[in-house]
């Protein structure tokens, strides 16, 4: 899951000038996804794993994507991302059975998550 969710980050921090090349169902998932992530950003502040930089960032990060028309696709992945619930890329699993399938504790998942976004982000212009 952690390779998924990198390469998820992977794509939103560089991939930006590539999406006049994708199609509108390749740029939809990669919004949904930016948005789960956000989702489970939040879940992991929340929990109090993480302090809130690493949500600013990926807000940053979302906004780089075309919204699709209808964002309540968006709006559903986001709040599944707050409840803990990681989907992303046509993967659905509970963030707590991930962190522990790869034998590490929800704070070290959220960790490294933000710290990955983080530095998706750092390589914004400024």
Known sequence: MRKII???????GFAAPAFAQATSDQMEMAYNSARNQLGIL????????IDGSAVEVQQKLSALIPAPTDTSKGDAAEKEGESGKISAMGVNQDLAASAKAQNVS??????????????????LPK
């Open 6 to 12: 990198l390469t998820g980050i992977a794509v939103l």
């Open 42 to 49: 939040k879940y992991c502040q929340n929990a109090g794993h």
């Open 106 to 123: 929800e704070k070290q998942f959220c960790e490294v998550i933000a710290n990955a976004v983080k530095q998706a982000g750092a390589q």
